[in-house]
């Protein structure tokens, strides 16, 4: 079972640069979201999806797009890459949307970007 | 809105010390509460978490937490630690949906 997973590992970008973060998860979960990790800010919440075709914002959503066509996969574009988009990137899914299921993480994207 | 606040940054203890590690959060409404773990190079895995009835929660691998509603407080303790729990540990909230919001993080090292 390999739960939740994100590729690839690491991604040197330039500036203004196009790319897509994968996500894929084989649980069948309906809720995913993505995840932004920065040194003494903890994750922030980027887009999140309840189910396949239904996607919303979260707290830092500027730059990214999201799309959900099917359950499994939940990709993460990046339209042009700013410096300040340089960061770990995690994919989360869980069972349901409700507070108290739990998030199984991917082990994340390391994005640099120049 | 939701908050997280860890209060100590890092923590350095001695193998086989116990440690705490602090957690506060703010909210209007009833929470839930989690600690993940983040070992070296990979992504987070729950250790425990608390949803209701009893205020002691006991996680993975000799981790325990307490919620204490009237300190809006949530720290996490283990009574003697291993090498191998080395890693950032991170206190989380939600309430009725998953957007979880996250603290800072700790890191944990511990020495031999």
């Known amino acids: 079972n390999a739960g939740v997973t994100q590729t690839p590992k690491f991604q040197v970008l330039k500036t203004g640069q196009s790319m897509t973060l994968q996500c894929a998860q084989d649980?069948?979960?309906?809720?995913m979201s993505w995840y932004r990790q920065d040194p003494g800010m903890g994750l922030r919440l980027i887009h999140y999806?309840?189910?396949?075709?239904?996607?919303d914002q979260g707290e830092v959503p500027n730059g990214y797009n999201v799309s959900r066509s099917t359950t499994e996969d939940f990709p993460l574009r990046l339209l042009s890459a700013a410096p300040s988009q340089t960061s770990v990137y995690f994919c989360?899914?869980?069972?349901?949307?409700?507070?108290?299921?739990?998030?199984?993480f991917g082990q994340g994207t390391r994005l640099t970007v120049v | 809105a939701q908050s997280v606040t860890q209060l100590d940054s890092q923590v350095p203890v001695f193998e086989e010390a116990p440690v705490e590690l602090r957690c506060n959060y703010s909210?209007?409404?009833?929470?839930?509460l989690f600690w993940y773990v983040q070992y070296p190079n990979q992504g987070l895995q729950l250790l425990l978490k608390?949803?209701?009835?009893?205020?002691l929660v006991k996680g993975i691998n000799g981790f325990e937490a307490e919620f204490n509603k009237s300190q809006t407080s949530f720290h996490l303790r283990k009574p003697s630690v291993h090498i191998s729990d080395t890693a950032e540990y991170f206190c989380?909230?939600?309430?009725?949906?998953?957007?979880?919001?996250f603290g800072q993080g700790t890191r944990l090292t511990i020495n031999p």
């Open positions: 989360a899914s869980s069972l349901d949307g409700t507070g108290d299921t739990e998030a199984f």
């Open positions: 649980m069948n979960h309906e809720y």
């Open positions: 999806s309840v189910g396949a075709g239904i996607t």
């Open positions: 909210s209007s409404v009833s929470v839930y």
């Open positions: 608390y949803l209701s009835g009893s205020t």
């Open positions: 989380a909230v939600s309430d009725y949906d998953q957007k979880l919001v």
